[in-house]
């Protein structure tokens, strides 16, 4: 008897689980601590947990799912796009400042969908680097400059 699978989502929850249970097992060599006094580990496990879970259930989820959905060819356009804003990043951040590489970052990212517009992609871009110099540098206290030496800073 076969069993109707979508292939998609029992690899994607696969990927889930195996990633989710590597960090599960590497903060397992960290302290834990409790929920009031958490140590170095306790949210690489929690998150770890959560992605597990998360998996289990994407994978049952493509269980009664028939696989015949046709595969889309690559999108070549997005694969340039986001590995070129990762490299952009780690090669920019300390020229530049953390404002401008994650405006950027964040512009060339949402250009990667042909379904956002340039002014969706500013105003997603202009948002996200607002949210990340809160939370990073100002909540956080990331050691980055605002803008760096290649500005003029």
Do not use: H
């Not at 690489?44 to 998360?54: E, I, N, R, T």
């Amino acid at each position: 008897m076969a069993v109707n699978a979508s292939t998609k989502e029992l690899v994607s929850g696969g990927l889930f689980v195996a990633f989710g249970a590597y960090f599960t097992l590497e903060s397992l060599s960290y302290e834990i601590g409790t929920a009031f006094r958490m140590g170095p580990g306790f949210m690489p496990l929690l998150l770890g947990g959560v992605l597990c879970a998360l998996g289990v259930a994407v994978a049952i989820s493509g269980l009664g799912k028939p696989d015949t959905e046709e595969r889309d060819p690559p999108s070549w356009r997005a694969i340039v796009l986001i590995l070129g804003t990762i490299i952009f990043f780690a090669l920019t951040i300390r020229g530049l400042g953390f404002i401008p590489v994650v405006f950027v970052s964040a512009f060339g990212t949402a250009m990667a969908s042909r379904q956002n517009s340039p002014l969706f992609a500013a105003i997603l871009a202009v948002g996200l680097t607002v949210m990340c110099t809160l939370i990073f540098v100002v909540g956080l206290g990331f050691p980055v400059a605002l803008f760096g030496p290649w500005l003029g800073q």
